[in-house]
């Protein structure tokens, strides 16, 4: 980190600026939970950070209206687990801030920072896919917006272009008989990065019985990319809610997982806890509507 | 490379102090301000032994920059020397033997002090979410729940 800068821009405006014309050599810090120590094992090393962590006042916010939950990127996890927001249908976020890291990094680390790693690891991933997010991406010229699965296009890869700075994370809590769980294991229960992590959207019909639609989401589906299981979610659309149906859907995710097997475990079993993962998932939402129904 | 003019308020006073764009706030800690309950382990966040409160929220201070603490208000434990809640949970670990070989002692005391503030009476469950970010290498974590837990409860109710 020998020759490292920081630049401290006065406002978000200032720091698209100077993104626009040196964004190539430079890298967005926020609290720098992943950065930092990224840096220091030499995986990456920019030679200016642009510090926006003191934009709270922009982007650090929860808000809803019209039924959108908006996301400033600067939120916490700790903002998360103390918003009355994630209760009920969207208990999801809550669950997995609770599973998120320990105190200490979630009191700071963010819910833009954990989007923008990309990493197989990040807990925040598979959630705000489950829920169908959307990003809003700011740069000098305007702003875009992009579906969150559309936006991690590799491992810690994304569709941002180093003129851009993620400025919101919307989603809505699914519509009618619907519900959301998450799954994490990890080779203890906190302060670990997951083996497995899976997030479940689910919305009956008024039937109660018949699908409309499922999205799984998982920590890993090829490779060390997080990603929506879209030939699960593409078979269960339309089926009844019954054993067969999840055993069935339990072996199309497993075709559709290619797997890798690294330090925390290998790729069967990652498979393995991935289809014990999806029936658990499917039970608690079917349960939780069946009870609010 | 310039050294960049900071001021961080560190236990109750302001520091002006002059820093280059990689210092760590633990760095700026332990080297330019001698606090050395402030420990050093893993360095990437797993730890949890370099724990500080940044503005009231218990922070890695391995995993923030000091250029990004300038304004701000960091405590560690030395600044809580004084505290009674913080004497009463030291107390509380030396009488249940809460320190083996010591080294995560610091940042368990801060951790549990930060709990106590928040929850005077927290359940074992609550107890051991506060602590989960701190590694006791010695794997003593009964002592400190039970040290934390009576810390606690002797709190002025």
């Given at each position: 980190m020998s020759s490292l800068e920081i630049f401290s821009p006065t406002d978000l405006n200032d720091a698209l600026r100077f993104i626009e014309h040196d964004g190539r050599n430079a890298a967005v810090i926020a609290s720098g939970t992943d950065l930092l120590p990224r840096m220091r094992r030499r995986q990456i090393s920019p030679s200016i950070l642009v510090d926006i962590s003191s934009f709270t006042e922009d982007l650090r916010y929860i808000r809803q209206s019209d039924g959108t939950i908006r996301l400033g990127a600067l939120t916490t996890?700790?903002?998360?687990?103390?918003?009355?927001?994630?209760?009920?249908?969207?208990?999801?976020?809550?669950?997995?801030?609770?599973?998120?890291?320990?105190?200490?990094?979630?009191?700071?680390?963010?819910?833009?920072?954990?989007?923008?790693?990309?990493?197989?690891?990040?807990?925040?991933?598979?959630?705000?896919?489950?829920?169908?997010?959307?990003?809003?991406?700011?740069?000098?010229?305007?702003?875009?917006?992009?579906?969150?699965?559309?936006?991690?296009?590799?491992?810690?890869?994304?569709?941002?272009?180093?003129?851009?700075?993620?400025?919101?994370?919307?989603?809505?809590?699914?519509?009618?008989?619907?519900?959301?769980?998450?799954?994490?294991?990890?080779?203890?229960?906190?302060?670990?990065?997951?083996?497995?992590?899976?997030?479940?959207?689910?919305?009956?019909?008024?039937?109660?019985?018949?699908?409309?639609?499922?999205?799984?989401?998982?920590?890993?589906?090829?490779?060390?990319?997080?990603?929506?299981?879209?030939?699960?979610?593409?078979?269960?659309?339309?089926?009844?809610?019954?054993?067969?149906?999840?055993?069935?859907?339990?072996?199309?995710?497993?075709?559709?997982?290619?797997?890798?097997?690294?330090?925390r475990g290998s790729g069967e079993y990652r498979a393995e806890v991935a289809q014990v993962y999806l029936r658990r998932l499917m039970e608690r939402c079917t349960r939780q509507i069946g009870g609010h129904s | 490379m310039a050294k960049r003019a900071i001021t961080i308020n560190v236990n109750g006073t302001e520091h002006p102090l002059q820093v280059d764009a990689p210092d760590r706030l633990i760095d700026v800690l332990r080297d330019q301000l001698d606090l050395k309950s402030v420990k050093e382990g893993c360095s990437t966040g797993d730890c949890g032994i370099c724990a500080v409160l940044v503005d009231g929220k218990l922070v890695n201070s391995c995993l923030m920059l000091a250029a990004q603490c300038d304004g701000r208000r960091v405590t560690s434990l030395e600044g809580l020397l004084e505290d009674p809640t913080m004497k009463r949970m030291q107390g509380s670990f030396i009488a249940n033997n809460a320190a083996q070989c010591g080294f995560c002692t610091p940042a368990m005391l801060m951790a549990s002090w930060d709990l106590a503030r928040h929850s005077p009476e927290p359940s074992d469950e609550e107890i051991k979410v506060a602590i989960s970010g701190i590694l006791c290498r010695c794997t003593g974590y009964y002592q400190i729940i039970d040290s934390v837990r009576e810390g606690c409860e002797r709190g002025e109710r």
């Open positions: 996890v700790t903002n998360l687990l103390e918003s009355p927001m994630f209760y009920g249908n969207l208990s999801i976020v809550r669950e997995a801030a609770m599973l998120f890291g320990a105190p200490q990094v979630r009191n700071v680390a963010t819910v833009g920072g954990n989007i923008c790693s990309a990493a197989s690891s990040e807990d925040l991933i598979p959630v705000f896919m489950a829920l169908d997010a959307k990003l809003k991406l700011v740069s000098a010229r305007g702003e875009r917006t992009v579906p969150l699965k559309d936006f991690i296009v590799g491992k810690r890869q994304t569709a941002m272009k180093p003129s851009e700075i993620l400025a919101e994370v919307s989603f809505s809590p699914p519509e009618g008989h619907g519900w959301t769980a998450y799954e994490k294991l990890g080779r203890r229960n906190m302060l670990i990065l997951a083996i497995v992590n899976e997030a479940l959207s689910l919305t009956l019909e008024d039937d109660v019985r018949t699908i409309r639609s499922a999205r799984v989401a998982l920590n890993r589906v090829s490779g060390k990319i997080p990603a929506l299981a879209v030939k699960t979610n593409d078979f269960l659309k339309g089926r009844r809610v019954t054993d067969q149906t999840i055993a069935q859907a339990q072996k199309v995710l497993a075709s559709e997982l290619s797997l890798t097997s690294d330090f | -």
